[in-house]
């Protein structure tokens, strides 16, 4: 399978979507609503509870009984309605985390409520297709003051179709922004994996779209793989994930490699790989890392290569080394960890 190629099919029974790059699975969407019924993306009318001094936020009511968690307190009153959507996986019987910044995303905009201003792609780098995009983005967002991001797929499409996506978007934004009156009720949706696939997996364009079973087109044994916390590493090299409920343990080992650069190369390999299990396996929080042992005079070579592999990642934060010598850094957790799905795969 080689180019890029995304895959829609079923997990387990659950609705899935794999993106494929000549053959190695690079992200993976799964159906986790039995879990979570109001999944990351979810835009939901909520209601303010009492702020949790200490905690740095307040709870809030959620529809059909669940609880989210917000942090964004300031000039929010107990009882009082507010629009807030869905940021993040959480695991069971823990508060959903929230935002009040909500975004209305589709194919080729995203329209941001309170934020105004027109921003078009970086990733658009050619001069006349901007202009042409930020003339169509003026015209459809005129007397609007919400903000909008055009996608770097809007050249994919025509004029009239990015037109018609950044209006259906806004007018989306503003009949959602004005719904404040009423009991907590989800108002938008979360996108389904294979919905998704088709408005994010866009940038490169795939090669193609596959229909069928993962297990016939090799995905599954891939997916497999991350239910195991060895991931082997070029040269026989390999580190251990392992997440726990406070933290995330990586463990970096050189294997049978002797060699005086051993570790250095081992250490690189897993700072270049880790964005990707992370992604697949649906880890987010704090991780540590225990990498092989190295000469100190290494770190801001391997530090370099972790904010390298991290860029364009999940929102990161790269901490920096502890004084027993582990590295320390935080990635957002915007989906429900794959190991969630355990007791399923086992039955």
């Known amino acids: ?16 979507a794999a993106l494929m790059v000549d053959g190695q699975i690079e992200d993976l969407l799964i159906d986790m609503s ?19 001094k200490g905690q740095g936020g ?17 000039g929010l009153a107990p009882g009082q309605a507010v629009i807030c959507m869905v940021s993040g996986g959480t695991e069971a019987g823990k508060a959903a ?10 194919r080729f905009a995203i329209v941001t ?30 007397g609007s003051d919400m903000g909008l991001i055009v996608r770097s797929a809007a050249p994919l499409a025509t004029p009239d179709e990015v037109r018609d996506d950044i209006i259906a978007m806004r007018d989306l934004a503003i ?3 004005a719904d404040t009156e009423g009991a907590p009720e989800l108002l938008v ?12 997996w866009t940038d490169p364009a795939p090669d193609e779209v596959i229909e069928g079973d993962f297990d016939d087109l090799g995905v599954l044994d891939q997916i497999e793989a991350l239910f195991v916390p060895r991931v082997d590493l070029p040269n026989g090299a390999h580190m251990m994930i392992e997440p726990t409920r406070a933290l995330i343990a990586v463990d970096v080992n050189t294997g049978r490699d002797t060699s005086p650069a051993a570790s250095l190369k081992a250490n690189i390999a897993a700072a270049r790989a880790l964005p990707r299990q992370f992604r697949l396996r649906g880890l987010g929080g704090q991780a540590t890392i225990d990498f092989a042992p190295m000469a100190k005079r290494d770190r801001q070579a391997l530090e370099q290569q972790l904010r390298s592999a991290f860029t364009g990642e999940a929102e990161s934060s790269l901490a920096g080394w502890t004084p027993l010598g582990n590295y320390e850094l935080q990635r957002k957790r915007d989906r429900i960890a794959l190991a969630a799905l355990w007791s399923l795969k086992e039955a």
């Open 175 to 177: 009949a959602v922004s």
């Open 97 to 106: 985390p929230v935002t009040l910044r909500v975004l209305f995303k589709s």
């Open 189 to 200: 949706d979360a996108p389904s994996p294979h919905e998704e696939a088709w408005r994010d």
């Open 1 to 16: 399978m080689k180019g890029r190629s995304v895959v829609l099919g079923h997990l387990r029974g659950l609705e899935a």
């Open 34 to 52: 039995h879990l979570q019924p109001l999944a990351p993306g979810a835009i939901c009318r909520a209601r303010v509870g009492r702020q949790m």
């Open 113 to 142: 409520p309170g934020r105004p201003g027109i921003n078009i792609s970086r990733r658009i780098q050619d001069e006349a297709t901007r202009s042409e995009l930020q003339s169509i983005a003026d015209e459809a967002m005129d």
């Open 58 to 74: 307040v709870f809030v009511d959620l529809p059909d009984g669940q609880r989210g968690f917000l942090r964004e307190v300031k």
